[in-house]
């Protein structure tokens, strides 16, 4: 039994920490105690701190193992320097925005093995083109994704599993994909197309800026894209508020008061956007490979599906973003993935073992990636 | 020549001094100098004053004939007032929420014709339905109605020829329609249905509170609509809008400040819906008048299409609707219509040597509806 410390008791991070305890002491840490109440567990030490401070940080992860790190994105950064200082191996799943390499020699260094972006997507998508890259020559990778509830209410027919400001990040951040061996940038909620899916429907998926260290990585696979999945019509309505300006961080004046259009939305889609308590969702996620191995044209195509959990009330975004970091925690402490340094998901898909062993331990959760090859 | 006291130099008072002028004396008062400017004709002249100073209105018109009262709507009906007081003649195109009758007496009193809603929709569709309904047994009434621009321009394909809240207040005022002889409310921007028009293509119709006077005076009209007229697309958007509280006149509290989301709305529409200097728009109508005429079925149609004038730089909206506003001006000047009291456009063309003058007189300027009968 090893210890292992949750940074963060979010949605993914209460759903990463009950998942460790099964096998594992855990110390799981937050700013909000309301987030730590729900995680009563024997297995479990909560923590209420501000993991804003690097203090806070070394002392609660000083008798750790490994720490996993589940804090929003914009702290994200900070936070797994500060664990990688401490010199302990760390799996992050909080998404932020910088480069992360830029830890590199640091963790090096301080012999430390550090995973991040190891969640869903990135993260699962990551893995399974690398491990095909191993013995093909891919010639395209795609990669669809989206979070959705079941009940579609008009007009938007979407929730968020997280703030609507971060959701709307998705909608305005410029998308960097790869075409014929060159990055381009798309506008988010470009190139919308129609695409079916098995017991769910058509969906529609448009540009969105998920190859992160991809576009860097995989240098070598000439057509990338990462395009974002909602109901029909939703990137339009989307499109519609960008365009008028609601999504602007610029202030206007209203009266006499300066105010971000940003805010005033964020204020208003919050309540609408929110999940009831046990409400169904879902996640789908459809990868597809292309190329050759041995001068033959070949595609495989991997299908997610997954549901909110009414047993355990864990959200198919919790289960399929959290399960991946709690499998990878598992491969470090298993002794399976060892090299040090900062790597991506990809990375840990170049090993066989490390794959199967992901692979099987979502499969025991539930999360099951269809395979299918032509 | 008669002198006319022209009230308001917007984008309609404007067309209504200038199509005046070729006949008459006309006095064109406004806040806004720079909406006088403009108005550099021998026979008009310009006073730069506050008309929301029922004292202003009283100088102003204390020599003319008659009034036209071109107003913004929340002035209207004070307005109206000030006229009637002065014992002038009036024609009304303010399209004020108040209830106009609450004037009668008064206006009775003072042995005043005021006419209200005389433009194109309130206006010509009143005048039109009353027309017919003396000579038949009139079942069902329609009146679908917008103006457009030429250009289409997604996400809205859409720009105001007045002030964009005004337009938002058609989205969000429920929409009082009558069905089987009951008044019934249907939310505004409800029961969308396309419908083609020649030279224009698929539009899509929804309901909007138009019938006004109508639901009053047209009691033995046992099913009467009115509907508003945009590219097939647009009143989801709206929708969307409006479900997510963007057209909502409550204040919420962003960051601390107290805002209400129809105030930023509005600002950020009101640049992007400003039509361009000389843009090419249209205004299109079809009026349906079904029912019975000596026990035998009879359907009427009218249809109007209307575009902007390049020559004279008038929009079509300001040509639709200034344009019956100065007919009916010219028919009561001509003593064609001389009841005193308060009178919805439909008591006008109850008269059809009334009718016939305001068709020829529209006919005139180009505006010129196609009547078929099945």
Known sequence: MK?????????????????????????????????LKVLDHPNIKTVQADLSKSKSIQQI????????GAVPGFMGFTTLQSVIEAKKDVVDISFFPEDPFELNVLAKKNDVVAIMDCGVAPGMDNILLAYHARTMQVES?????????????????????????????????????????????????????????????????????????LVKTMKHVPNMKEKTLRYPGHARLMDALRNMGFFSKEEITVHGKKIAPLDVTSALFFPKWKYQAGEDEFTVMRITIDGKQNGKSKMIQY??????????????????????????????????????????????????????????YLRDRGVIYHKTEK
Not at 61 to 68: G, H
Not at 335 to 360: A, D, T
């Open 3 to 35: 210890t292992i410390a949750v940074l963060g008791a979010g949605m993914v991070g209460k759903a990463i920490a009950l998942d460790l305890a099964r096998q594992h002491q855990v110390i799981s840490a937050d700013i909000n105690s309301d987030n």
């Open 61 to 68: 992860i000083s008798k750790a193992d490994l720490v996993v």
């Open 141 to 213: 990778f795609t990669c669809v994704v989206g979070g959705l509830p079941f009940l579609r209410v008009k007009p938007f027919e979407y929730k968020a599993p997280f703030s609507p400001a971060d959701v709307i990040e998705e909608y305005t951040r410029p998308a960097r994909i790869v075409v014929n061996g060159k990055m381009i940038i798309k506008p988010a909620l470009s190139e919308v197309e129609e695409m079916s899916f098995d017991e769910i429907g058509t969906l529609e998926a448009f540009n969105s800026d998920g190859l992160r260290s």
């Open 303 to 360: 299908d997610l599906l997954d549901r909110y959990n009414h047993e355990t009330k864990t959200s198919s975004m919790a289960r399929t973003t959290g399960y991946t970091c709690t499998a990878t925690a598992n491969l470090i402490l298993n002794g399976l993935y060892k090299k040090k340094g900062i790597h991506p998901p990809e990375h840990v898909g170049e090993n066989e073992k490390c794959v199967q062993f992901i692979l099987g």
